[in-house]
């Protein structure tokens, strides 16, 4: 026990001489003495000048050093320099082997990083080049000395205490020459005090960030509560309060203010994170969450809730200095709001009771994101939107036509290259499955109710597998597949209308009211491309239509075929109120897609008296009807004299073309065919010359039979006179 004794004293004495040596050593020697020393051995081992023209102090208790005014610089420039520099350590921490940062100050600093033309930033170099030989050698002692590192960080906790950190005026200022780029960071200033491991310790920053590419500029100041564990694998924040000041070019010169609020915690031992009360705001736009994540991995388990405060989108926008969104209705894009719950498995993210308000527009439903397959899934509800109150207002004095015109006559104008509709690779990569529902659609100023849509992606392929609805009085469903898996995707289009009342349909959508009846449709097509130009010159199908119980408006047929059937009487009409629409009990016909182009050769519809057949094309890249009808005459037409159907006129054709832009003047694009009319005229003379052999055949005829009965009648008459004699 003497032995133990004697070598703790030892051990005591040995430290009382060591603290007495230091404290000697302190009082003794001047450390500015040896500046030159100093200076000299930095710009031997570095290629930079280092000037300390300032005092250089140091201390017993607390342990410490000061350096004020130092500078160094690189090939003639200002690299890093600092008004003031403060290092204390308390001493007898040191004694008890529990380090214990007394003070730390940096104030003043000053920093330059530049990249020059060629891409090379000043920092590299700093340090003197080294043979090959030697840089390897180094990098193996570095390896090695991570190795002892690594192997003797071990389990044993940190005791780190700092009780009083400042960082004052620091400036960095970073240019690149290569792009003309230059970012500065001044007025950062850091406090915290009182840092122990296990304990919370505040702090607060602020600082100023500026670039020119674009000229912009933050102003920010950061105040939290900071905790972590002696492990260093449990950290906290509380207290979050943290604001940012922004202008310049992204913001249209406006001064715009960021914040953010709450608190976080995170463990790494047992990768668990979560945000408590987290709140975000950039100008009106309010976020807030509160959000547990379980597993730091491929697959993490989420859980929480998600809001986007209602907001206006306009004052948004004029808020942080972004052109306006002009809307046909002013009163809209004012009110948007979103919420939803978050959960779901390990590597799932599923949001439920989603709700998603645009105006007066309520969207309900759940959605869910898989992290290993990136595959989307969607199922919406919605109740009704007006998407043409969205639209851009139309100019004074332009109609809607014109406006719908507008944008292809300024894409024709500027004869741009055309772009590609779709980005391919993006579908590829696409897993997608929603499904959407809106009980009420307004767009073009059509009205569709109980709009369904199903829509799928996977593998290159995507698939509208049902869009389907209720349209003005009758339905409509369709489905549109696109195979994307070469750079040449094919389209594939059907459709089926049942019942779909056109005259409503027209005038809504264009204003239009020259057809009537309910329309049964089916489109069946393909087509190939990824520029409207190609889908339009490579579609290829057909579409078959039936019309029944309708009338074409805005032109009488009736009236165009007694013009030719008076002709042929060689009379004149009386009837001055002929009306402007003529009625039909049924068309149909089918209509071959051949590119832009839809031929029709079976046009077939009854009217009064009349069968009306036809054939032509349809232009729709230029909006041109060529249509050559023809109005068989079967029966009694009209109650005009001059109309009345003889035997010469019945089965004749009386011609009528119809030809034009359909969108623009509908009511001008039939009338009387004159020029086919000599067909017409020759069809009546075969007429005619049929009737007058009829007529020499019957008169004929009926001369046979007198004869035959004289005959008879004579023969008879001598047998009777025989018999009596």
């Known amino acids: 026990m003497k032995a133990v004794r004697y070598v703790l004293i030892a051990v005591v004495a040995l430290v009382v001489l060591a603290v007495a040596a230091v404290a000697i050593a302190m009082a003794v020697i001047n450390p500015n003495d040896y500046k030159p020393q100093i200076e000299q051995a930095v710009e031997d081992a570095t290629n930079l000048d280092l000037m300390l023209e300032g005092d250089i102090g140091w201390s017993f208790i607390p342990l410490g050093l000061e350096l004020n005014s130092v500078e160094a610089t690189l090939e003639g420039d200002r690299f890093v320099a600092l008004e003031q520099l403060v290092a204390q350590i308390d001493f007898w921490s040191l004694i008890a082997m529990s380090p214990r940062v007394n003070t730390f100050v940096l104030d003043g600093l000053d920093a330059r990083l530049e990249v020059n033309e060629q891409g090379e930033g000043n920092w590299t170099r700093i340090m003197p080049e080294k043979p090959a030989g030697a840089a390897t050698e180094e990098t193996a002692g570095t390896q090695d000395e991570q190795a002892q590192d690594s192997e003797g960080a071990g389990g044993e906790p ?28 001044e007025n950062f200033t850091v406090n915290a005090s009182n840092i122990t491991l296990g304990s919370e310790f505040p702090l607060e920053i602020g600082f100023r960030v500026a670039t020119t590419q674009p000229t912009f500029e933050v102003d920010g100041s950061i105040s939290a509560r900071l905790a972590a564990n002696e492990a260093l694998n449990e950290f906290a924040v509380s207290g979050l309060n943290a604001v940012f000041d922004m202008t310049g070019e992204p913001f249209g010169g406006k001064e715009v203010t960021a914040e953010l609020e709450g608190s976080a915690r995170a463990n790494l031992e047992n990768e668990t994170a979560n945000l408590s009360g987290f709140t975000a705001s950039l100008a009106n736009l309010n976020l807030s969450t509160d959000l547990n994540v379980t597993g730091f991995g491929d697959k993490p388990t989420l859980s929480g809730e998600l809001s986007i405060a209602e907001f206006s989108l306009k004052d948004l926008l004029n808020n942080l200095g972004q052109p306006a969104v002009e809307t046909s209705d002013p009163d809209v894009l004012e009110a948007i709001a979103f919420s939803t719950g978050i959960g779901g498995p390990a590597g799932k993210v599923e949001l439920t009771e989603l709700t998603i308000k645009l105006d007066d527009t309520t969207f309900n439903g759940s959605g869910s994101y898989n992290l290993a397959d990136s595959g989307i899934v969607f199922n919406l509800q919605g ?35 055309e772009g590609d509709l779709l980005p391919l690779e993006t579908i590829r990569s696409l897993l997608l499955d929603i499904d959407l529902g809106l009980g009420q659609l307004i767009v073009s100023n059509l009205t569709i109710n109980e709009i369904k849509a199903s829509t799928t992606a996977k593998n290159g392929l995507l698939k509208i597998d049902e869009f389907s609805g209720k349209l003005y009085e009758g339905s409509f469903g369709a489905n549109v597949t696109i195979d994307a898996r070469s750079d040449n995707p094919k389209w594939t289009v059907g459709s089926d209308v049942t019942n779909v009342q056109t005259l409503p349909l027209l005038t809504d959508l264009a204003e239009v009211e020259m057809l009537a009846g309910g329309a049964n449709l089916k489109v069946n097509a393909t087509t190939t491309g990824n520029r409207i130009s190609a889908l339009r010159s490579n579609a290829d199908g057909q579409i078959s239509f039936n019309l029944a119980e309708g009338e074409f408006r805005q032109m009488n047929l009736t009236r165009m075929a007694c013009q030719g059937i008076a002709l042929v009487n060689q009379e004149d009409l009386t009837t001055t109120d002929w009306g402007t629409s003529t009625p039909f009990n049924g068309m149909r016909g089918t209509l071959d897609i051949n590119g832009n182009t839809l031929n029709n050769t079976d046009l077939v519809a009854a009217l009064a008296g009349m069968r009306l057949e036809g054939n ?46 359909f969108a623009e003047d509908p009511a001008g694009l039939c009338s009387f065919d004159g020029s086919r009319f000599r067909d017409t005229l020759k069809t009546i003379a075969e007429n005619a010359a049929k009737a007058k052999a009829r007529e020499e055949v019957e008169k004929a005829k009926t001369k046979a039979e007198e004869k035959v009965k004289e005959k008879v009648q004579e023969q008879i008459g001598d047998k009777l006179k025989g018999l009596f004699n």
């Open 383 to 417: 109740d009704q939107l007006n998407a043409d109150r969205y639209l851009p207002p139309q100019a004074e004095g332009e109609t809607e036509g014109e406006a719908e015109e507008a944008p292809a006559s300024q894409e024709t104008a500027a004869a741009g290259p």
């Open 616 to 661: 032509g094309t349809v232009d729709m890249s230029q909006s041109q009807l060529d249509y050559e009808v023809g109005l068989r005459v079967v029966g009694e037409i009209h109650r005009d004299n001059a109309c009345r159907v003889t035997e010469y006129v019945q089965n004749a054709v009386i011609p009528v073309e119809c030809r034009g832009n």
């Open 158 to 185: 940190l005791n780190f205490n700092v009780e009083n950190v400042q960082i004052s005026n620091a400036q960095v200022h970073y240019t690149d020459k290569s792009t003309g780029q230059s970012v500065t960071l």
